[in-house]
Protein backbone atom coordinates (compact mmCIF):
# COMPACT_ATOMS: atom_id res chain seq x y z
CA UNK A 1 0.00 0.00 0.00
CA UNK A 2 0.97 3.57 -0.96
CA UNK A 3 1.28 6.10 1.96
CA UNK A 4 2.03 9.90 1.39
CA UNK A 5 3.21 11.92 4.20
CA UNK A 6 4.52 15.44 4.83
CA UNK A 7 6.67 17.31 6.94
CA UNK A 8 7.43 15.98 10.92
CA UNK A 9 5.94 16.59 14.33
CA UNK A 10 7.61 20.03 15.47
CA UNK A 11 9.91 18.89 17.94
CA UNK A 12 11.07 15.71 16.57
CA UNK A 13 14.60 14.23 15.03
CA UNK A 14 14.22 11.35 14.22
CA UNK A 15 17.86 9.77 13.06
CA UNK A 16 18.63 8.47 9.02
CA UNK A 17 18.94 5.16 10.75
CA UNK A 18 14.86 5.89 12.46
CA UNK A 19 14.00 5.58 8.81
CA UNK A 20 14.61 1.90 8.59
CA UNK A 21 13.03 1.60 12.01
CA UNK A 22 9.86 3.24 10.60
CA UNK A 23 9.54 0.95 7.56
CA UNK A 24 9.63 -2.47 9.47
CA UNK A 25 5.78 -4.01 9.52
CA UNK A 26 3.98 -1.48 12.75
CA UNK A 27 5.21 1.53 10.10
CA UNK A 28 2.31 2.27 8.98
CA UNK A 29 1.06 2.93 12.18
CA UNK A 30 3.55 4.60 13.99
CA UNK A 31 3.97 6.91 10.74
CA UNK A 32 0.47 8.08 10.81
CA UNK A 33 0.55 9.31 14.09
CA UNK A 34 4.04 11.36 13.86
CA UNK A 35 3.21 12.58 9.70
CA UNK A 36 0.24 14.05 7.70
CA UNK A 37 -1.33 11.52 5.70
CA UNK A 38 -1.85 12.44 1.47
CA UNK A 39 -3.68 11.31 -1.15
CA UNK A 40 -1.47 9.62 -3.49
CA UNK A 41 -0.16 12.03 -6.09
CA UNK A 42 -0.43 9.23 -8.88
CA UNK A 43 -4.23 9.80 -8.29
CA UNK A 44 -4.15 13.26 -8.93
CA UNK A 45 -1.43 14.37 -11.18
CA UNK A 46 -3.37 13.64 -14.74
CA UNK A 47 -6.37 15.62 -13.49
CA UNK A 48 -4.14 18.44 -11.96
CA UNK A 49 -2.00 19.02 -15.20
CA UNK A 50 -5.39 20.01 -17.00
CA UNK A 51 -6.33 21.48 -15.02
CA UNK A 52 -3.83 23.48 -14.27
CA UNK A 53 -3.15 23.80 -17.84
CA UNK A 54 -6.31 25.56 -18.80
CA UNK A 55 -5.90 28.00 -15.67
CA UNK A 56 -4.57 31.51 -16.35
CA UNK A 57 -1.31 32.84 -14.86
CA UNK A 58 -1.37 36.90 -14.67
CA UNK A 59 0.65 39.27 -12.86
CA UNK A 60 -0.99 41.29 -10.34
CA UNK A 61 2.24 42.84 -8.35
CA UNK A 62 4.82 44.58 -9.13
CA UNK A 63 7.21 45.75 -5.83
CA UNK A 64 10.30 47.84 -7.34
CA UNK A 65 11.25 48.75 -3.76
CA UNK A 66 14.78 46.88 -3.92
CA UNK A 67 18.03 48.56 -5.07
CA UNK A 68 19.64 46.35 -6.41
CA UNK A 69 19.48 42.67 -7.52
CA UNK A 70 16.86 40.52 -6.30
CA UNK A 71 18.70 37.19 -4.54
CA UNK A 72 15.95 35.03 -3.11
CA UNK A 73 12.18 35.22 -2.18
CA UNK A 74 10.34 33.31 0.86
CA UNK A 75 6.14 33.01 1.42
CA UNK A 76 4.82 32.32 4.66
CA UNK A 77 1.00 31.95 5.16
CA UNK A 78 0.76 35.41 5.78
CA UNK A 79 3.46 37.38 4.25
CA UNK A 80 6.06 37.64 1.49
CA UNK A 81 10.10 38.41 1.75
CA UNK A 82 12.34 39.66 -0.65
CA UNK A 83 16.43 40.22 -0.12
CA UNK A 84 18.45 41.84 -2.26
CA UNK A 85 22.46 42.94 -3.00
CA UNK A 86 21.27 46.19 -1.41
CA UNK A 87 21.87 44.40 1.96
CA UNK A 88 17.91 44.57 2.77
CA UNK A 89 15.42 42.37 3.36
CA UNK A 90 11.82 43.62 2.55
CA UNK A 91 8.56 42.14 4.01
CA UNK A 92 5.32 42.52 2.48
CA UNK A 93 1.65 41.11 3.30
CA UNK A 94 0.09 38.43 1.53
CA UNK A 95 -3.29 39.47 1.31
CA UNK A 96 -2.59 43.02 -0.51
CA UNK A 97 1.06 42.92 -1.18
CA UNK A 98 2.04 46.17 0.62
CA UNK A 99 5.09 46.80 2.48
CA UNK A 100 4.83 46.35 6.47
CA UNK A 101 5.42 49.23 8.53
CA UNK A 102 9.42 48.16 9.97
CA UNK A 103 10.19 46.77 6.34
CA UNK A 104 13.29 47.38 5.23
CA UNK A 105 14.99 45.48 7.87
CA UNK A 106 18.15 46.44 7.55
CA UNK A 107 21.71 45.03 9.84
CA UNK A 108 23.68 42.73 6.96
CA UNK A 109 27.47 44.23 5.99
CA UNK A 110 27.29 42.78 2.55
CA UNK A 111 24.70 41.46 0.16
CA UNK A 112 22.32 39.08 1.40
CA UNK A 113 21.81 35.50 -0.65
CA UNK A 114 18.62 33.20 1.23
CA UNK A 115 16.08 33.92 3.30
CA UNK A 116 13.32 31.79 5.14
CA UNK A 117 10.84 31.87 7.53
CA UNK A 118 10.62 29.75 10.32
CA UNK A 119 7.54 27.19 10.43
CA UNK A 120 5.43 28.95 13.16
CA UNK A 121 5.82 32.09 11.26
CA UNK A 122 7.58 33.83 14.08
CA UNK A 123 11.29 34.20 12.42
CA UNK A 124 12.30 35.16 9.57
CA UNK A 125 16.26 34.06 8.59
CA UNK A 126 18.92 35.51 6.50
CA UNK A 127 22.57 34.95 5.10
CA UNK A 128 24.91 37.61 3.32
CA UNK A 129 28.45 37.71 1.80
CA UNK A 130 29.33 39.09 6.07
CA UNK A 131 29.32 35.20 6.79
CA UNK A 132 26.45 36.23 9.46
CA UNK A 133 23.25 34.27 9.56
CA UNK A 134 20.14 37.27 11.11
CA UNK A 135 17.13 35.77 13.10
CA UNK A 136 14.77 38.50 12.82
CA UNK A 137 11.29 38.65 15.18
CA UNK A 138 8.19 39.06 12.65
CA UNK A 139 6.68 41.24 15.72
CA UNK A 140 9.10 43.91 16.00
CA UNK A 141 12.11 43.97 12.87
CA UNK A 142 13.99 43.82 15.20
CA UNK A 143 17.16 41.26 15.42
CA UNK A 144 16.52 38.28 17.86
CA UNK A 145 19.87 36.50 16.82
CA UNK A 146 23.08 36.95 15.19
CA UNK A 147 24.81 33.74 14.07
CA UNK A 148 28.22 33.63 12.62
CA UNK A 149 30.23 31.04 10.36
CA UNK A 150 32.79 29.35 12.35
CA UNK A 151 35.48 30.38 9.38
CA UNK A 152 33.70 33.76 9.28
CA UNK A 153 33.03 32.50 5.33
CA UNK A 154 30.65 34.01 3.08
CA UNK A 155 27.20 32.50 2.89
CA UNK A 156 25.33 31.55 0.06
CA UNK A 157 22.36 29.86 1.23
CA UNK A 158 20.25 28.83 4.50
CA UNK A 159 17.74 26.55 5.15
CA UNK A 160 15.55 25.11 8.09
CA UNK A 161 14.02 21.93 9.06
CA UNK A 162 10.55 21.61 8.03
CA UNK A 163 10.19 21.77 12.16
CA UNK A 164 12.19 24.53 12.65
CA UNK A 165 14.71 22.17 14.85
CA UNK A 166 17.98 22.49 12.82
CA UNK A 167 19.52 25.39 10.70
CA UNK A 168 21.17 24.70 7.84
CA UNK A 169 24.00 27.11 5.72
CA UNK A 170 26.14 26.88 2.98
CA UNK A 171 29.60 28.65 2.66
CA UNK A 172 31.97 29.50 0.17
CA UNK A 173 34.72 27.54 1.32
CA UNK A 174 33.05 24.42 0.85
CA UNK A 175 31.66 23.51 4.42
CA UNK A 176 27.91 23.56 5.90
CA UNK A 177 26.99 24.71 9.48
CA UNK A 178 24.61 22.97 11.21
CA UNK A 179 22.49 25.10 14.23
CA UNK A 180 20.09 23.66 16.92
CA UNK A 181 17.94 26.85 16.13
CA UNK A 182 15.77 26.38 19.44
CA UNK A 183 19.31 27.03 21.65
CA UNK A 184 20.83 28.88 18.33
CA UNK A 185 24.23 26.24 19.55
CA UNK A 186 26.31 25.64 16.94
CA UNK A 187 26.40 21.65 16.08
CA UNK A 188 28.98 21.03 13.65
CA UNK A 189 30.59 22.57 10.76
CA UNK A 190 31.84 20.43 8.14
CA UNK A 191 33.60 20.72 4.55
CA UNK A 192 31.40 19.04 2.27
CA UNK A 193 32.77 19.88 -1.09
CA UNK A 194 35.88 21.62 -2.54
CA UNK A 195 33.79 24.05 -4.30
CA UNK A 196 31.58 26.72 -2.79
CA UNK A 197 27.97 24.92 -1.74
CA UNK A 198 25.27 27.38 -3.51
CA UNK A 199 21.83 25.12 -2.78
CA UNK A 200 21.00 23.21 0.04
CA UNK A 201 17.55 22.25 1.44
CA UNK A 202 16.26 19.56 3.90
CA UNK A 203 13.58 16.51 3.10
CA UNK A 204 10.55 16.93 4.22
CA UNK A 205 10.52 14.51 7.25
CA UNK A 206 13.60 16.32 8.19
CA UNK A 207 15.98 13.40 8.94
CA UNK A 208 18.48 14.62 6.10
CA UNK A 209 19.48 17.23 3.40
CA UNK A 210 21.04 17.95 0.13
CA UNK A 211 23.79 20.04 -0.74
CA UNK A 212 24.82 21.40 -4.47
CA UNK A 213 27.85 23.08 -5.19
CA UNK A 214 29.24 24.95 -7.93
CA UNK A 215 31.30 21.84 -9.32
CA UNK A 216 27.75 19.92 -9.84
CA UNK A 217 27.27 17.31 -7.61
CA UNK A 218 24.72 16.53 -5.55
CA UNK A 219 24.56 15.25 -2.39
CA UNK A 220 22.70 13.74 0.07
CA UNK A 221 23.66 14.07 4.21
CA UNK A 222 22.17 12.78 7.58
CA UNK A 223 22.05 15.05 9.81
CA UNK A 224 25.38 13.91 11.79
CA UNK A 225 27.03 15.43 8.12
CA UNK A 226 27.45 11.90 6.76
CA UNK A 227 27.60 11.02 3.45
CA UNK A 228 24.59 8.80 2.48
CA UNK A 229 24.91 9.39 -1.39
CA UNK A 230 26.60 11.13 -4.02
CA UNK A 231 25.51 12.07 -7.78
CA UNK A 232 28.55 12.99 -9.58
CA UNK A 233 27.91 15.87 -12.40
CA UNK A 234 24.03 16.35 -11.47
CA UNK A 235 24.68 19.52 -13.58
CA UNK A 236 27.18 20.38 -16.10
CA UNK A 237 28.86 23.96 -14.57
CA UNK A 238 27.18 23.46 -11.42
CA UNK A 239 24.11 23.28 -9.69
CA UNK A 240 22.32 26.63 -9.00
CA UNK A 241 19.09 25.74 -6.10
CA UNK A 242 17.57 22.79 -4.87
CA UNK A 243 14.14 21.38 -3.89
CA UNK A 244 12.35 18.85 -2.32
CA UNK A 245 8.54 18.64 -3.12
CA UNK A 246 6.87 18.57 0.27
CA UNK A 247 5.32 14.78 0.20
CA UNK A 248 7.45 11.95 0.36
CA UNK A 249 5.64 7.75 -0.05
CA UNK A 250 6.24 4.98 2.05
CA UNK A 251 5.74 1.61 -0.01
CA UNK A 252 6.03 -1.31 2.07
CA UNK A 253 9.66 -0.88 2.93
CA UNK A 254 10.87 1.60 0.37
CA UNK A 255 10.47 5.27 1.09
CA UNK A 256 10.52 7.57 -1.81
CA UNK A 257 11.24 11.52 -1.82
CA UNK A 258 11.25 13.67 -4.88
CA UNK A 259 14.07 16.40 -5.40
CA UNK A 260 13.93 19.55 -7.80
CA UNK A 261 17.54 20.86 -9.01
CA UNK A 262 18.59 23.09 -11.47
CA UNK A 263 21.96 24.42 -12.78
CA UNK A 264 23.97 26.11 -15.61
CA UNK A 265 23.60 24.01 -17.98
CA UNK A 266 20.06 25.16 -18.30
CA UNK A 267 18.26 22.48 -17.26
CA UNK A 268 15.44 21.56 -14.07
CA UNK A 269 15.79 17.88 -13.25
CA UNK A 270 13.13 16.09 -10.64
CA UNK A 271 14.83 13.21 -8.92
CA UNK A 272 13.40 10.43 -6.53
CA UNK A 273 15.50 9.80 -3.50
CA UNK A 274 14.54 6.80 -2.37
CA UNK A 275 16.01 4.02 0.10
CA UNK A 276 15.18 0.44 0.58
CA UNK A 277 15.32 -0.71 4.51
CA UNK A 278 18.46 -1.50 5.07
CA UNK A 279 19.99 -0.46 2.08
CA UNK A 280 21.70 2.97 0.97
CA UNK A 281 20.01 5.23 -0.63
CA UNK A 282 19.34 5.88 -4.10
CA UNK A 283 18.94 8.76 -6.74
CA UNK A 284 17.08 8.26 -10.20
CA UNK A 285 16.25 10.80 -13.12
CA UNK A 286 12.58 10.91 -13.63
CA UNK A 287 12.53 14.16 -15.75
CA UNK A 288 14.97 16.30 -17.55
CA UNK A 289 13.38 19.71 -18.59
CA UNK A 290 14.89 21.53 -20.90
CA UNK A 291 11.58 24.48 -21.24
CA UNK A 292 14.83 27.42 -20.78
CA UNK A 293 17.57 28.17 -23.03
CA UNK A 294 19.65 29.86 -20.56
CA UNK A 295 21.45 28.42 -17.14
CA UNK A 296 18.23 27.73 -14.55
CA UNK A 297 19.17 30.05 -11.29
CA UNK A 298 16.02 29.09 -8.61
CA UNK A 299 13.56 26.75 -8.49
CA UNK A 300 10.39 25.56 -5.97
CA UNK A 301 7.55 23.09 -5.49
CA UNK A 302 3.87 23.73 -5.01
CA UNK A 303 2.90 23.27 -1.52
CA UNK A 304 0.84 20.25 -2.91
CA UNK A 305 4.07 19.17 -4.84
CA UNK A 306 2.18 19.22 -8.15
CA UNK A 307 3.98 22.23 -9.61
CA UNK A 308 7.28 23.38 -9.97
CA UNK A 309 8.47 26.74 -10.86
CA UNK A 310 12.09 27.61 -12.07
CA UNK A 311 13.81 30.96 -13.00
CA UNK A 312 16.10 31.49 -15.70
CA UNK A 313 19.02 33.52 -17.09
CA UNK A 314 16.72 33.82 -20.39
CA UNK A 315 14.19 36.07 -18.26
CA UNK A 316 11.71 33.66 -17.81
CA UNK A 317 9.44 31.63 -15.86
CA UNK A 318 8.72 28.21 -16.66
CA UNK A 319 5.58 26.44 -14.41
CA UNK A 320 5.85 22.58 -15.06
CA UNK A 321 3.45 19.66 -14.38
CA UNK A 322 6.05 18.23 -11.80
CA UNK A 323 4.81 14.54 -12.12
CA UNK A 324 4.29 14.83 -15.99
CA UNK A 325 7.33 16.79 -16.79
CA UNK A 326 5.38 18.58 -18.95
CA UNK A 327 5.70 22.81 -19.26
CA UNK A 328 2.31 24.10 -18.21
CA UNK A 329 3.80 28.00 -18.56
CA UNK A 330 6.40 30.62 -19.66
CA UNK A 331 5.94 33.57 -18.15
CA UNK A 332 8.09 36.44 -19.35
CA UNK A 333 7.88 39.64 -17.72
CA UNK A 334 11.27 40.35 -16.46
CA UNK A 335 14.08 42.42 -17.79
CA UNK A 336 17.00 40.85 -16.51
CA UNK A 337 17.72 37.25 -15.30
CA UNK A 338 15.33 35.96 -13.19
CA UNK A 339 16.78 35.22 -10.02
CA UNK A 340 14.78 33.99 -7.53
CA UNK A 341 11.05 32.03 -7.16
CA UNK A 342 8.81 30.98 -4.35
CA UNK A 343 5.22 29.36 -4.20
CA UNK A 344 2.46 30.19 -1.91
CA UNK A 345 1.97 27.53 0.67
CA UNK A 346 -1.31 28.61 1.12
CA UNK A 347 -2.59 30.70 -1.75
CA UNK A 348 -2.47 30.75 -5.38
CA UNK A 349 0.65 33.21 -5.46
CA UNK A 350 3.83 32.53 -7.37
CA UNK A 351 6.50 35.79 -6.42
CA UNK A 352 9.53 35.76 -9.01
CA UNK A 353 12.56 37.87 -8.16
CA UNK A 354 15.41 39.09 -10.58
CA UNK A 355 18.53 41.41 -11.29
CA UNK A 356 16.03 44.19 -12.91
CA UNK A 357 15.42 44.80 -8.96
CA UNK A 358 11.66 44.12 -9.18
CA UNK A 359 9.48 41.22 -7.80
CA UNK A 360 6.73 39.90 -9.54
CA UNK A 361 3.70 38.39 -8.07
CA UNK A 362 1.70 36.20 -10.22
CA UNK A 363 -1.70 34.64 -9.51
CA UNK A 364 -2.27 31.01 -11.02
CA UNK A 365 -6.11 30.85 -11.61
CA UNK A 366 -8.99 31.67 -13.73
CA UNK A 367 -10.42 34.77 -12.31
CA UNK A 368 -13.16 32.85 -9.80
CA UNK A 369 -13.21 35.17 -6.77
CA UNK A 370 -10.75 37.76 -7.33
CA UNK A 371 -11.14 41.21 -5.70
CA UNK A 372 -11.53 44.40 -7.53
CA UNK A 373 -8.48 45.36 -5.60
CA UNK A 374 -6.85 42.15 -7.72
CA UNK A 375 -7.82 42.67 -10.83
CA UNK A 376 -5.85 45.49 -12.17
CA UNK A 377 -2.14 45.11 -11.48
CA UNK A 378 -0.66 47.11 -9.17
CA UNK A 379 2.92 48.50 -9.88
CA UNK A 380 4.64 49.35 -6.17
CA UNK A 381 7.44 51.60 -7.08
CA UNK A 382 9.83 53.21 -4.52
CA UNK A 383 8.80 55.75 -2.14
CA UNK A 384 8.60 58.91 -4.05
CA UNK A 385 10.58 61.83 -3.14
CA UNK A 386 8.64 64.66 -1.07
CA UNK A 387 8.06 68.47 -1.78
CA UNK A 388 11.00 68.89 -4.98
CA UNK A 389 11.30 65.17 -6.37
CA UNK A 390 13.95 66.00 -8.29
CA UNK A 391 16.36 67.20 -5.33
CA UNK A 392 18.88 64.98 -3.48
CA UNK A 393 18.27 64.48 0.25
CA UNK A 394 21.27 66.44 1.10
CA UNK A 395 19.13 69.11 -0.89
CA UNK A 396 15.78 69.05 0.93
CA UNK A 397 14.76 71.50 3.21
CA UNK A 398 13.14 71.40 6.11
CA UNK A 399 9.82 71.18 4.96
CA UNK A 400 10.83 68.01 2.74
CA UNK A 401 12.18 66.40 5.48
CA UNK A 402 8.61 67.00 7.48
CA UNK A 403 6.47 65.97 4.07
CA UNK A 404 9.05 62.90 3.62
CA UNK A 405 8.10 61.82 7.35
CA UNK A 406 4.30 62.05 6.92
CA UNK A 407 4.56 60.13 3.87
CA UNK A 408 6.88 56.81 5.53
CA UNK A 409 4.32 57.21 8.45
CA UNK A 410 6.11 58.97 10.92
CA UNK A 411 3.68 62.16 11.56
CA UNK A 412 4.14 62.20 15.22
CA UNK A 413 8.01 62.85 14.70
CA UNK A 414 7.07 66.05 12.51
CA UNK A 415 6.73 68.23 15.75
CA UNK A 416 9.91 67.09 16.64
CA UNK A 417 12.19 67.68 13.38
CA UNK A 418 10.23 71.05 13.14
CA UNK A 419 11.14 71.99 16.56
CA UNK A 420 15.17 70.76 15.81
CA UNK A 421 15.06 72.29 12.46
CA UNK A 422 16.45 69.08 11.16
CA UNK A 423 16.73 69.79 6.85
CA UNK A 424 17.83 67.29 4.15
CA UNK A 425 22.01 67.45 5.37
CA UNK A 426 21.04 66.68 9.10
CA UNK A 427 19.01 63.89 8.16
CA UNK A 428 21.22 61.76 6.39
CA UNK A 429 23.27 62.00 9.00
CA UNK A 430 20.98 61.14 11.76
CA UNK A 431 22.42 58.63 14.32
CA UNK A 432 20.85 56.49 17.03
CA UNK A 433 22.58 59.16 19.31
CA UNK A 434 21.27 62.29 17.83
CA UNK A 435 17.70 61.02 17.99
CA UNK A 436 18.21 60.28 21.34
CA UNK A 437 19.39 63.68 21.89
CA UNK A 438 15.95 65.43 20.18
CA UNK A 439 14.00 63.42 22.58
CA UNK A 440 12.88 60.13 20.44
CA UNK A 441 12.20 58.21 23.76
CA UNK A 442 10.20 55.18 22.11
CA UNK A 443 13.05 52.53 21.13
CA UNK A 444 10.46 51.06 18.90
CA UNK A 445 10.16 54.43 16.99
CA UNK A 446 13.77 55.45 16.75
CA UNK A 447 13.97 51.97 15.07
CA UNK A 448 12.09 52.33 12.92
CA UNK A 449 13.30 56.24 12.28
CA UNK A 450 16.89 54.82 11.41
CA UNK A 451 15.83 51.97 8.79
CA UNK A 452 13.95 54.29 6.82
CA UNK A 453 16.98 56.92 6.93
CA UNK A 454 19.26 53.90 6.27
CA UNK A 455 16.70 53.00 3.01
CA UNK A 456 16.61 56.39 2.00
CA UNK A 457 20.87 56.81 1.75
CA UNK A 458 20.42 53.35 -0.02
CA UNK A 459 18.20 54.62 -2.73
CA UNK A 460 19.97 57.86 -3.19
CA UNK A 461 23.53 55.87 -3.21
CA UNK A 462 24.42 55.02 -6.86
CA UNK A 463 21.42 52.76 -7.27
CA UNK A 464 21.27 53.61 -10.82
CA UNK A 465 25.20 53.00 -11.45
CA UNK A 466 26.05 51.16 -14.11
CA UNK A 467 26.96 47.32 -12.77
CA UNK A 468 30.80 47.62 -13.16
CA UNK A 469 31.11 50.55 -11.46
CA UNK A 470 29.46 48.87 -7.80
CA UNK A 471 31.68 47.53 -5.51
CA UNK A 472 31.03 43.05 -6.04
CA UNK A 473 31.80 43.17 -2.12
CA UNK A 474 29.81 45.78 -0.92
CA UNK A 475 27.31 46.79 -4.43
CA UNK A 476 28.18 50.08 -3.47
CA UNK A 477 29.51 52.96 -6.00
CA UNK A 478 33.33 52.45 -5.69
CA UNK A 479 35.16 55.78 -4.66
CA UNK A 480 38.42 54.36 -4.37
CA UNK A 481 38.43 51.39 -6.59
CA UNK A 482 41.71 48.79 -6.75
CA UNK A 483 42.28 45.55 -8.58
CA UNK A 484 42.94 42.35 -6.83
CA UNK A 485 44.81 39.51 -7.81
CA UNK A 486 41.71 37.56 -9.15
CA UNK A 487 41.88 40.28 -11.50
CA UNK A 488 38.57 41.89 -10.67
CA UNK A 489 38.19 45.86 -8.85
CA UNK A 490 36.89 46.23 -5.50
CA UNK A 491 36.51 49.24 -3.02
CA UNK A 492 39.62 50.03 -1.38
CA UNK A 493 38.48 49.60 2.14
CA UNK A 494 35.97 46.19 1.43
CA UNK A 495 38.60 44.27 0.10
CA UNK A 496 40.90 45.14 2.98
CA UNK A 497 38.22 44.34 5.09
CA UNK A 498 37.98 41.26 3.49
CA UNK A 499 41.50 40.28 3.61
CA UNK A 500 42.06 41.25 7.49
CA UNK A 501 38.62 38.64 7.76
CA UNK A 502 41.35 35.56 7.13
CA UNK A 503 39.23 35.62 3.84
CA UNK A 504 42.08 34.67 1.35
CA UNK A 505 40.34 33.56 -1.17
CA UNK A 506 38.66 35.95 -4.32
CA UNK A 507 35.50 37.14 -3.55
CA UNK A 508 34.17 36.46 -7.00
CA UNK A 509 36.28 33.02 -7.67
CA UNK A 510 36.84 31.53 -4.15
CA UNK A 511 40.18 30.49 -5.25
CA UNK A 512 42.61 31.48 -3.60
CA UNK A 513 44.53 35.13 -3.88
CA UNK A 514 48.14 34.46 -4.88
CA UNK A 515 49.22 38.17 -3.39
CA UNK A 516 47.14 40.96 -1.09
CA UNK A 517 49.04 43.22 -3.04
CA UNK A 518 46.06 45.91 -4.58
CA UNK A 519 46.69 48.12 -7.49
CA UNK A 520 44.66 51.19 -7.96
CA UNK A 521 42.24 51.23 -10.92
CA UNK A 522 42.87 54.94 -12.13
CA UNK A 523 40.84 54.47 -15.39
CA UNK A 524 38.06 53.42 -13.71
CA UNK A 525 37.79 56.02 -11.22
CA UNK A 526 37.95 58.50 -13.53
CA UNK A 527 35.02 56.48 -15.65
CA UNK A 528 33.28 56.81 -12.00
CA UNK A 529 33.97 60.48 -12.12
CA UNK A 530 32.77 61.00 -15.28
CA UNK A 531 29.53 59.26 -14.79
CA UNK A 532 28.58 60.99 -11.41
CA UNK A 533 29.22 64.72 -12.52
CA UNK A 534 27.10 63.33 -15.84
CA UNK A 535 24.09 62.58 -13.25
Known sequence: MNRFYSCAEPGSRETSSNIEH??????????????????PPCDRSAASAEHICHKMVSLIH?????????????????????????????????????????SPLTGHGYGVHCCCFSSCGRNLLSCSTDGCIMVWSLETGEVAAELQHPGRSPLRVCALAPDSSLLLAGACDGTVALWDFISKSLLRCSAVSEASV?????????????????????????VDISLLHREKDAHDLGVTCCSFAPQFKVDGCCVEFRLASCGQDSQLKIWIVSQREGAAYVMTLLHTLTGQSAPVLSCAYSSDGDLVVSGSVDKSVAIYDANLGTL????????????????????PWIATGSMDRSVNVWRIGDGDGITAAESKQTVCQGKKLPGHSRLLPPDWSEEDVQSWLSEEGLEELVSVFKANNIDGPELIQLSKETAAEM???????????LRKVEALKAEQSGSEAPDEFLCPISRELMKDPVIAADGYSYERESIESWIRGKNKTSPMTNLLLQTTLLTPNRSLKMAITRWKSSQ
Open 22 to 39: LLQKEAPGRISGLFEHFA
Open 62 to 102: TLRHHTDEVSCCAFSPALLATCSGDKTLRLYDAADFSELPF
Open 198 to 222: VACCFSPCGQMFVTGCTHGDLKIWD
Open 328 to 347: LHTLKQHDRYVTAVAVSPTS
Open 439 to 449: GIESVGLRGRL
